[in-house]
């Protein structure tokens, strides 16, 4: 299914952040102008964390409190996805303390590229299915 144009934004943000999760995984294939110690990888994720992460979390927070309420198998999705969001920012927390940066900075990665999976896949496909008027109305300027 084609993206609702609403939605759009936040599936560009997400192609972003897969970007970041590829680039931080234990085995990333080097990417030109993106260097591989762990120093930097730290420094760039920290970076994109603040600039795109909190931000996005924020938008998807307003999409989602717009649909809740209309449909149960949507709430219960949208609950899991906002626990995922709490550990997701956990473990980037955690990383200030972490023994094993390059593990954890992975385990991060795997996680998060798990979650925007899911996201894309499955709820932004079930969400616009069930609930294109209110996707329809959807304005991330003015939340």
Excluded: W
């Amino acid at each position: 299914m084609q993206r609702h144009p609403n939605l759009v934004p936040l599936s560009h943000e997400h192609k972003r952040l897969l970007f970041v999760c590829r680039y931080l995984k234990i085995n990333a294939a080097p990417y030109e102008g993106f260097p591989l110690e762990t120093q930097a990888k730290l420094e760039y994720m920290v970076k994109i964390f603040q600039e795109v992460m909190v931000p996005h979390i924020q938008k998807e927070d307003y999409l989602f409190e717009l649909c809740r309420g209309y449909h149960a198998d949507i709430d219960i999705m949208l609950d899991e996805l906002l626990e995922e969001h709490r550990t997701i920012s956990g473990m980037y927390s955690a990383l200030v303390d972490s023994v094993d940066v390059v593990k954890d900075m992975d385990a991060l990665a795997c996680s998060l590229e798990e979650h925007i999976r899911k996201e894309e896949r499955v709820v932004f496909e079930k969400l616009q299915e069930l609930l294109p008027e209110v996707i329809g109305q959807i304005n991330f300027d003015n939340q």
